[in-house]
């Protein structure tokens, strides 16, 4: 069975390009188990007709607020599902919803929402980029708005940016989550380390490595979105804030050390999913290394294991680290479970185009148990709840 059976789905439809995914949406929803009934405004039926989205859903398609076939819809839809996804989401949806607008039966649905509500937005580059755009997605999401996307590609206008629709497995992995438990992680305080460390060697180079830090994003977001007071420590990435979060920004691993030493002991929950430097340069030059002919040796020394120095000061405080290899990965990942004295540790393989900054990851999950369990490929924000699901699995076992 799908990770959606059994869940009624409200679709609601906005007048964007993006509008001819729909369909395959839908098709995907209901091929996790999902029942899916659409709501369109008038716009969006200018893309894809109500007609074929009744023919694939299976269900009466709602266009219209006043109908005198139906009474009360813009209550009984949403009360009757489980989940509220609008899909896509356009500017002007958007700016309506933020504002509390409501002049047709899809604006007056989310006003009337009291169930999770999940929006993927989908518009031009330079909309999405607009200052008050950001500004009422802001203010969505401080109303417990869930988003999903945009994603960078080519867009409608010819532009290449960020504003398309998220992919259809984002926006599913998506709705599972709002699905989840709001409170499966209540009382619980998780720390999270994200990102690379930079390591100077004079004053405008450093040692750094691929890590983008999506992975402990998601995790961060996840675990606030399941009720964790959640404190992340990040190393330079170009990722959004994640909302509900505590962010503590670093440079050096240096930086890092001091940052855990400080926040660790009142955590319960450590994860340390950053990318932190082995090695550094021995000494950082004061100022900017000339440009030299016959070339340039660095010493350079070994970072400290942050990780291996951390010990629980409490019994049920838990530990979780990161493998990232690039060979023997179970053995390997082994070791550093037993050495670092794990509770559980994610081991994924990494290269040119394996891990490190891309959309999706393939972990398997070590715990202290003996338990190996291979994920498989996933989006990480759908590797994130799986992890956090073992993470939970194991506090009920200690």
């Not at 999405?128 to 945009?150: C, F, K, N, S, Y």
């Not at 950053?274 to 100022?287: G, L, Q, S």
């Not at 053995?331 to 490190?356: C, E, H, Y």
Request: aromatic content about 4%; hydrophobic content about 45%; proline content about 6%.
């Amino acid at each position: 069975m799908g990770e959606l059976h059994g869940k009624r789905i409200l679709l609601g439809v906005t007048g964007s390009i993006a509008a001819y995914k729909c369909p395959e949406l839908v098709r995907r929803l209901q091929d996790r188990g999902a029942t899916v009934t659409v709501v369109m405004t008038e716009a969006a039926a200018r893309f894809v007709t109500p007609l074929t989205l009744q023919t694939i859903s299976r269900r009466p398609v709602y266009t219209q607020l006043f109908d005198p076939r139906e009474e009360i819809l813009h209550l009984t839809l949403v009360e009757e599902a489980d989940l509220f996804l609008i899909a896509p989401a356009t500017a002007n949806f958007i700016g309506k919803a933020a504002s509390g607008l409501a002049d047709d039966l899809l604006s007056t649905l989310f006003l009337a929402a009291r169930g999770p509500v999940l929006l993927a937005p989908a518009m031009d580059a330079v909309m999405w980029d607009h200052p008050v755009t950001r500004g009422q997605l802001r203010q969505l999401r401080e109303a417990g708005i869930d988003i999903v996307g945009p994603e960078a590609g080519p867009l409608a206008s010819g532009l290449v940016g960020m504003g398309r629709l998220a992919d259809p497995e984002a926006m599913i992995a998506a709705a599972a989550e709002c699905l989840v438990s709001r409170t499966a992680l209540a009382g619980e305080r998780v720390l999270v380390t994200a990102g690379p460390t930079r390591e100077p060697l004079d004053p405008v180079r450093f040692l750094s490595n691929r890590s983008s830090g999506k992975m402990g994003y998601a995790i961060a977001r996840t675990a606030a979105r399941r009720g964790a007071h959640v404190t992340l420590i990040s190393g330079p990435t170009a990722l959004p804030l994640p909302f509900g979060v505590e962010v503590v920004t670093i440079e050096t691993a240096a930086d890092m050390a001091a940052a855990l030493d400080k926040r660790f002991p009142d955590s319960t929950i450590l994860i340390m999913a950053a990318a932190v430097a082995d090695y550094r340069p021995k000494a950082a030059e004061t100022r900017k290394i000339a440009r030299r002919s016959e070339g340039l040796r660095v010493e350079l020394e070994a970072v400290p294991d942050l990780l291996a120095q951390l010990r629980p000061d409490r019994p049920r405080q838990l530990m979780v680290g990161f493998a990232a290899e690039t060979e023997e990965l179970v053995p390997r990942a082994t070791r550093k479970l037993r050495s670092k004295q794990l509770d559980l540790i994610a081991a994924n393989l990494v290269g040119p185009s394996l891990g490190f900054d891309m959309e999706e990851i393939a972990l398997t999950l070590l715990d202290r148990t003996g338990g190996v369990r291979e994920l498989g490929l996933l989006p990480k924000t759908v590797a994130a709840g799986r992890l956090l699901d073992a993470v939970v699995a194991l506090r009920q076992k200690a």
